[in-house]
């Protein structure tokens, strides 16, 4: 089924491309010269550190790229990008490594990988609060940094391995979005390598198309080896908060369709973040409903907030958790794991196998009650007897004042701001390594099938890039994730990168 969903995808590029997508089998020692001659670190197929080098977060997406190169300065990655250009071999950044479709690997064989890791410079400037930050770095590392630093935070997810690079590129949704923004609506500057091996900076004032196009789709344009950031002062005393149902179909249904009004109202204030996580039930057919969040505003005022979703949903099946800590605290208890990247235990777990498909749900239209429906009504059959570990996410980005929806469609390269929620559906193999079980598919895409049948075409959905789905065919992916934004996009990549240097199953087309 994966490598069915390689071909479908690589048969929409031109003969050009699929002639680059073949040089992981074609002789590579000019490519090794090149690097070699520039004294750019690289491992190629036939040396023992390739294996580990080449290994994918989702292993479901084994790929084989040419070579896969650690340069150490912003000069080395321009003198990587032209020698890939030169030889025409398609050219992949890699921040974290963490992209469901293994695009930091190419999405196919045959790619020039550009590892970032060593590029982990962080410096902030007290007096105007603008972070300069390499793109090597984990989320849990900037945190830490930025919070020594100047106590100092920006919006992000909460994996702390995830890398800043691809995390800041398609979006980055945290917490604190809903009053901060998107990590990309704190980016003001970049600097960038171009497919000609120019390293330039992009700005509002400075490159703006290029400046434009990176706060949404960046790795189809350059490789951004360091981002700018206007952060925030870090709360002082964030809530914590998570609780627990284990549900029948019926009060399922409920507390989905009790969630969707709560989240509709204008008495939620921006400062508050949080997400509701479907998963299997403790019996069959139940349905396990996790509630679970921060509020970053005064704490005595957080119970308040709450109250009327709590009150209305059933007797919660375990004591739940809420605590009022630091801001790195805070950090810890959403990741559940530790920050620090190099942290043993944390790495050890660093690779899943998985198939995940998103939607992102209209601002101005609650989803149907029959919709509700049909998606609890799979998660309690099939999603009791499927032999995955799964998860439905229901992520809170619009609402009352939320930053994110207050910023317009065409601001920015990200599209999807005027939406209420962001779905991911998300199924492992059960034992989060390969192979991946056919019936996987099958359930996720029945999921998302249970929301999509049951709305009116005028019923308008999105898609979430950092989600990425490789199986979306080309005129799906181009609308759900950019929108009226796809044209632009295409006319600047025609202008940046005319030859598709930076070209992967998902990369913006040249006109």
Not at 80 to 100: D, E, F, N, P, W
Not at 215 to 230: K, L
């Amino acid at each position: 089924m994966a490598q069915h969903t390689r071909t479908t995808h690589l048969s929409g590029l031109s003969f050009g491309l699929l002639c680059i997508a073949n040089t992981a089998f074609a002789d590579v020692s000019p490519l090794q010269a090149a690097l070699g001659s520039d004294g750019i670190e690289a491992y190629f197929v036939d040396q023992p550190e390739y294996q580990n080098a080449s290994q994918p977060f989702n292993l479901r997406l084994p790929f084989k790229p040419a070579a896969v190169a650690y340069p150490s300065t912003v000069e080395e990655v321009a003198n990587a990008v032209k020698a890939g250009a030169l030889l025409s071999i398609a050219v992949t950044a890699r921040s974290g490594g963490h992209s469901y479709a293994a695009y930091g690997l190419g999405g196919a064989d045959g790619h020039l990988v550009v590892d970032l890791s060593r590029l982990k410079d962080i410096h902030v400037d007290n007096s105007t609060g603008i972070a300069i930050i390499g793109t090597g770095n984990r989320l849990g590392d900037v945190a830490i940094s930025l919070f020594d630093q100047a106590g100092c935070a920006l919006p992000h997810g909460t994996c702390p391995l995830v890398g800043i690079g691809g995390h800041a590129s398609y979006g980055g949704y945290g917490f604190t979005s809903r009053q901060w923004g998107l990590t990309l609506d704190t980016v003001v500057g970049a600097t960038v390598v171009l497919a000609n091996g120019s390293i330039v900076e992009a700005s509002a004032s400075k490159q703006p198309d290029l400046f434009w196009a990176l706060r949404g789709a960046a790795p189809s344009f350059g490789i951004v080896t360091h981002f700018h950031f206007q952060t925030f002062t870090a709360p002082t005393q964030p809530t914590y908060f998570n609780y627990y149902w284990s549900l029948p179909l019926d009060e399922a249904i409920a507390a989905i369709s009790l969630y969707q009004s709560y989240c509709f109202s204008p008495a939620i204030p921006r400062e508050i973040g949080f997400e509701l996580n479907l998963l299997k039930g403790n019996s069959k057919g139940e349905i396990l409903v996790n509630f679970q969040g921060s509020y970053y505003g005064n704490p005595d005022d957080y119970s308040a907030i709450v109250q009327p979703f709590l009150s209305a949903m059933p007797n919660q099946t375990s004591e739940p958790q809420v605590n009022v800590t630091s801001w790195l605290e805070n950090l810890v208890l959403l990741a559940g794991t530790p920050l620090a990247s190099n942290t043993p235990t944390l790495l050890a777990t660093d690779h899943d196998t998985f198939y995940t498909k998103s939607l992102t749900t209209p601002s101005d239209t609650p989803m149907s009650q029959e919709a509700i429906a049909a998606l609890a009504s799979w998660m309690s059959t099939e999603g009791w007897y499927t032999n995955t570990n799964w998860f439905v996410q229901l992520e809170l980005y619009g609402g009352s004042s939320s930053q994110i929806s207050m910023i317009s469609s065409n601001s920015t390269a990200y599209f999807n701001r005027q939406s209420l929620w962001t779905i991911q559906l998300y199924a492992s193999s059960s034992g989060y390594v390969p192979p991946y079980p056919r019936e996987g598919f099958a359930f996720v895409d029945g999921l998302v099938a249970s929301i999509t049948a049951n709305e009116p075409d005028t019923y308008h959905y999105g898609a979430y890039a950092n989600y990425i789905d490789p199986c979306l065919p080309p005129h799906e992916w181009q609308t759900l994730y950019f929108g009226s934004n796809f044209d632009r996009l295409r006319k600047i990549k025609t202008e940046i990168d005319p030859n598709g240097v930076f070209t992967f199953p998902q990369s913006i087309p040249p006109v």
